[in-house]
């Protein structure tokens, strides 16, 4: 009776170890905001047409990434958008500057489009520059070097 009982609370106090143990490891992190647009590129000079809808999500733990799907024709070449961007990012000021560093693609099985395609997102680090302006509680504006990229929500 005494091994049953110590066996019971043997396994009990294992179990909450485990589960406050996991609980610690797996901090959950909170979407900030989220930015979508779609985009339409015609490049005469190289012969090729994007189309492609992507979705920007930023975390609070200075992480996010860019999911897009479309199409792509480089040449009459048919290619299918389907990855996404994974990268992080970083305040460089007080005023709202930041670095965003792209460090990982993932492309999914549909994804056909070549490699070089994209320049140097998929083939090495990448780091641009943006700047967050809150617009309103839950509006944002990013932009690039002196243009807007796209507005943001955290609704």
């Known amino acids: 009776m005494k091994k049953n009982i110590l066996l019971i609370v043997t396994i009990i106090l294992t179990l909450a170890i485990s589960i406050y143990s996991h609980a610690k490891k797996t901090k959950s992190r909170e979407l900030l905001f989220t930015c979508n647009y779609s985009m339409q590129l015609h490049l005469r000079s190289v012969n090729t ?14 992480s996010g990434f860019q999911s897009a799907f479309g199409k792509m024709e480089i040449e009459g070449k048919k290619h299918t958008i389907d990855n996404d961007n994974f ?11 930041y670095t965003v560093e792209y460090n990982k693609t993932v492309k999914r099985y549909d994804d056909n489009t070549p490699d070089n395609s994209w320049g140097d997102l998929r083939n090495r680090t990448s780091v641009y520059y943006m700047t967050f ?23």
């Open 49 to 62: 047409n994007i189309s492609q809808k992507v979705n920007v999500f930023f975390y609070d733990d200075n």
């Open 87 to 97: 990268f992080i990012y970083n305040e460089t000021d007080k005023n709202g500057t």
């Open 133 to 155: 302006h809150k617009l309103d509680d839950d509006v944002f504006l990013i932009r690039g070097r002196g243009f807007p990229m796209f507005l943001c929500t955290n609704s």
